[in-house]
């Protein structure tokens, strides 16, 4: 498939009245066919990327084009995108039919034509026979699948999702995560999915915009973004972890709780302080002695999937440890790892710092 | 508690009979051959015959209906952009004062609707007769609609505008096809309400009729003055019966309303 740019936000300020501005100065490409997902706290800006793409909101400056083409003033029902709501939005007083009938309807397309095209758009939601049922009787996933059939029914080129898997329950939720991959890659357009659920994004995602206030604050493959966080805020937000302060003594080397490790990370100044991530999963009990680490066992909670161990060592660090072992609260542990474990970020770094690192350091290991 | 009950039904019993009592006491009258209101003396339907054989009576109803009815199509048109405006205002002290400026008109004594407008009609020189009294009627329904219609538009999410529009509505086609659709239950009870206000209207009409034009309420209070006649009476009893058998006829259709959406939920 070409990798053709569809979506382009070019320096996107976006500020209502004299509030602090909800973006500031945004940058991206989208690009035909992916599903993305933006991701980040509420508040801080997500909804608004889709809002100026769906076109119910205008930049303050910039400019956002579609097909290399400004769409930056152009009205929501000029624009070849479509949305599904978090509330679905549905039209209470007309019944599935009709509801998904509405933007072929408002186009004045020919009734066999919208019949044939409704049918479709509903079967493939599985929907099926469920024509004439009102909305206001629907359980949440079907109300979800007729504003999913209703987006989709305009053969839009990028569809635009707004948590619309926040109104479910779990179960349901995760089913309905599997069907929307399945329907972007049946469809063959480009998502924009908008989440607070990191495992939601992880899950669904060629790519993952991380934002905060209004910035963002990375960009990638769910993996790069688990495993490579560029700062405090990604590595908090993203999965659960241990953070901790530390000092790059050197290429490879780094030092915190007052022992030096073997690690994997370099680019930095000799002795440049920096801060230490480790995934409570990446960490492994062992006996007293055997591990890098002491520590002493502070609190465990049963979370199903494994035990979730919080333990402080001797300089008052937490260490959160997700382990399927059982562990009694009080004992002294140790906890090894290895040196790909250990993600080392460079303070108040931001995404293109990062790149330009990283960039720089693989180019070493390819001459090297 | 079952003392309370029986209290109650006597003290609801007392209140009702007290409500009703003048009118069954003069729906009674209606069919005594005696001409006056007391001594029952035999029953006919001499004071129906009279009320129908009536033209003027049968044309003064027809200007009534049609006063009525012009006036709350108008004023429902109206008050339904009113609301819609009220909505769209931006600052919220802004539309707190449009709003008590409608209520306003709304309590305000119809006798004062009543004489300002017969001030405004002389001095703007607007012949008194049936454009002054569709005018003024007009006037007072307005706010009423706008009353009952604002709930529903408040209500309505402000997501299913945007929703509309991104399927592709211009904004005719979100007014027509999602807002009007959705604040319909108000637009009839306001049309509904105004209708009523209009046909029993009287203190107003008082003020801005003439011409010899004149609506059933004016009428009556006109006959009545003159002297005792039973017509009122027969005349009063049909009244009561219309309003009646329309009362029941909206509970039925209200019923019927109701209920498809009953039967969803229950599936």
Known sequence: MPEETIIRFENITKQYDNDPPVLTDVSFELERGKFYT??????????????????????????????????????????????????????????????????????????????????????????????????????????????????????????????????????????????????????????????????????????????????????????????EPVNKFVADFIGESNIIPGIMINDYLVEFVGNQFECVDQGFYPNEPAEIVIRPEDLEITGKDQGKLQVRVDSQLFRGVHYEICCYDKDGNEWLVHSTRKVTVGDEIGLDFGPEDIHVMRLGETEDEFDRRLESYEEVRHAG | MKRMGRLSLIYLTIVFVIL????????????????????????????????????????????????????????????????????????????????TLNNVMIVSPDVIIGASFLVLFAMIGIKLGFGSVLISHIAFSVPIVVLMVLPNLEEMSPTLIDAARDLGASGWDVLTRVVIPYISPGIFAGFFMALTYSLDDFAVTFFVTGGGFSTLSVEIYSLARRGISLTINALSTLIFLATLILVIGYYFISKQGAKPKEAEVRE
């Open chain 1, 38 to 227: 933006l991701l980040g706290p509420s508040g801080c800006g997500k909804t608004t990327i889709i809002r100026l793409i769906a076109g119910f909101v205008q930049p303050t400056t910039g400019a956002i084009y579609f097909d290399e083409q400004e769409i930056s003033n152009i009205p929501p029902d000029k624009r070849r995108v479509n949305t599904i709501f978090q509330d679905y939005a549905l039209f209470p007083h007309l019944n599935v039919f009709e509801n998904v009938a509405f933007g072929l309807r408002v186009k004045r397309m020919k009734p066999d034509m919208i019949k044939a095209k409704v049918r479709e758009a509903l079967r493939f939601v599985n929907l099926e026979g469920l024509e004439n049922r009102g909305i206001t009787g629907m359980s949440g996933g079907q109300q979800q699948r007729v504003a999913v059939a209703r987006a989709i029914v305009n053969e839009p080129e990028v569809l635009l999702l707004d948590e619309p898997l926040s109104a479910l329950d779990l179960k349901l939720r995760s089913e309905m995560q599997y069907e929307l991959r399945e329907l972007q890659k049946n469809l063959g357009i480009t998502f924009v999915f908008v989440t607070h659920d990191q495992e939601e994004a992880l899950a669904l995602s060629d790519e993952v915009f991380v934002l905060n206030s209004g910035v963002i604050q990375q960009r990638g493959t769910p993996n790069d973004i688990y495993d």
């Open chain 2, 20 to 99: 009703y009592a003048p009118i069954f006491y003069l729906m009674y009258y209606s069919f005594n051959s005696a001409g006056t209101m007391h001594n029952f003396e035999s029953f006919t339907f001499d004071w129906y015959r009279e009320v129908f054989q009536d033209t003027r009576l049968f044309i003064i109803l027809l200007n009534t209906l049609v006063i009525a009815l012009l006036s709350s199509a108008i004023s429902t048109a109206i008050g339904v952009l009113g609301a819609l405006a009220i909505t769209r205002v931006k600052t919220k002290r802004f539309q707190n004062a449009l709003l």
